[in-house]
């Protein structure tokens, strides 16, 4: 699939196939309405496939997305809003958002909290943890620590944490049900050396820009102001 103007290629996601080609023709797509034109899964899924009972559509496409493609999802656009970023573009998205930080930099110079490191410690011991597993593990409950929604959208934003799949009960046959729960894990861990290679391998003003150009040729009829916004 090739993409030049995302606002005028229809409603193309009527697979998690078409989904994962679309996202990494795009590089960044919105899961949501984002308040550009055309700039979201939604706006391109035909609506007998968006929420309808007992018919699979972009919701439950997912995690087979993420596994096939191995591209990043979780809150990673401006406002904290839900998508996907393509493998090719998620270093550079990594490398400007952390600032040239490594997290445990980060946690040094006093700008992560202990939550954020108790959480980052949990995954990097553990490989990945269910949202659930996370909340139990880190004591995150009534009476114990708070503010874990609120630690998991900074470090997702921050790209030190992402999304690599979603996992639903099954009922007596084997059908999925329910909402998926998200598994979480370090993109270091996730990626492996293609990410680590790349993430600090330029300026995090030059990964900005780069990012900020991409968009511009993605969304030309966006104002600048919406384009920075999206790349948060």
Not at 78 to 103: H, I, K, M, Q, T
Not at 133 to 157: P, Y
Not at 208 to 221: F, N, Q, S, T, Y
């Amino acid at each position: 699939m090739r993409v030049k103007n995302i606002g005028e290629i229809g409603n193309v996601v009527t697979s998690p196939e078409r989904l994962a080609e679309l996202v990494e023709a795009a590089g960044f797509l919105p899961l949501l309405r984002s308040g550009i034109p055309g700039f979201s899964v939604e706006e391109h899924t035909p609506p007998r496939l968006w929420f309808t009972d007992g018919l699979p559509g972009p919701w439950e496409w997912k995690g087979p997305v993420i596994r096939q493609i191995r591209c990043a999802y979780g809150r990673l656009f401006g406002g904290g809003r839900a998508g996907f970023v393509s493998g090719e573009w998620y270093p550079e998205l990594a490398n400007y958002r952390r600032s040239g930080y490594d997290f445990d930099a980060r946690y040094e110079e006093g700008l992560a909290k202990r939550r954020d490191r108790e959480i980052f410690e949990l995954l990097e011991g553990r490989g990945s943890l269910l949202s659930k597993e996370l909340k139990r593990l880190g004591n995150f409950r009534k009476g114990g620590n708070r503010g874990f929604e609120t630690a998991m959208t900074c470090m997702q934003m921050q790209c030190y944490v992402t999304i690599i799949d979603f996992e639903y009960q099954l009922d007596n046959s084997g059908t999925p049900y329910g909402w998926g729960v998200a598994r979480f894990a370090l993109p270091e861990k996730y990626f492996g050396g293609s990410f680590r290679e790349r993430v600090y391998s330029r300026r995090p003003e030059q990964s900005k820009e780069k990012i900020l150009a991409h968009l511009r040729g993605l969304l030309p009829d966006a104002e600048e102001g919406e384009i920075i916004k999206a790349a948060g």
